[in-house]
């Protein structure tokens, strides 16, 4: 199983991870758990669709830092929903634990969650792997390329959380058949929300069945996509 190694890893003077393997950030450089709030779950509608459907799953490209699931995961213990809320995540260079931990540590309020996660980590197999995080939420973490994962996986998610690093540093994470496959396994009247707005990563979600729209990006990011399956 591959993991990002020190060496593929700098850190800016306020410990943000950035890639040279992909040459680029793993969130925005401005707040990434704002931009989690903006893009992922403003993008899905959430979480007031969640708090209206009761079981709820969310598929993601890219786990990082696991900054998304945790944000994902603090808003959703907050909400009324009486359901359950499965979160899978397909990840090719999972990071190491201490350097998960250096990255969040950036957010206090999220310090209880991340414990937990880190508590599991070292479990992380080049398999499909379950954790029961509390008793509403499972957080799976597959291991490999994305395109396989996504695959082999049964679904469907309600909605999906696209972010890979950027298109042009990390193509095959937006390649037609990866978006192909993201809509096959996403439910009708399901969405997909990205930082993204690269035109030919529009074209091939639209191309695999999803209606497309642009929005607003994150702090002064000019633009977003967010899209759903129609019924």
């Known amino acids: 199983m591959a993991h990002f190694e020190q060496d593929d890893l700098t850190w800016s003077e306020g410990d943000m991870p950035y890639s040279r393997r992909f040459g680029d950030y793993f969130y925005s450089q401005s707040d990434g758990q704002a931009e989690c709030r903006h893009v992922f779950l403003g993008g899905n ?41 499965s979160f899978v995540s397909f990840e090719a260079f999972p990071m190491a634990a201490e350097h998960i931990e250096r990255a969040l540590a950036s957010w206090p309020e999220l310090y209880g969650l991340a ?44 909605a999906w959380y696209l972010d890979g690093f950027a298109p042009a540093r990390n193509p095959e994470m937006w390649s037609s058949d990866l978006m192909q496959a993201v809509a096959d396994r996403t439910k009708r009247g399901g969405t997909f929300a990205s930082y993204t707005s690269a035109g030919w990563v529009r074209r091939n979600l639209q191309a695999a069945g999803f209606s497309v729209e642009k929005r607003p990006g994150h702090a002064g990011k000019r633009e977003m996509t967010s899209g759903v399956k129609p019924t």
């Open 115 to 158: 414990e937990k996660l880190l508590a599991h980590w070292p479990s992380l197999s080049g398999i499909p792997t379950d954790w029961a995080m509390d008793e509403r939420t499972t957080l799976t973490v597959t291991v490999g390329d994305a395109l396989d994962g996504v695959r082999n996986w049964r679904g469907p998610a309600d």
């Open 45 to 85: 509608g959430l979480p007031d669709r969640w708090n209206m459907s009761g079981d709820f799953t969310i598929g993601e490209l890219g786990f990082g830092t696991g900054l998304n699931f945790l944000e994902t995961w603090r808003n959703w213990r907050e909400s009324r929903s009486a359901g359950s809320l």
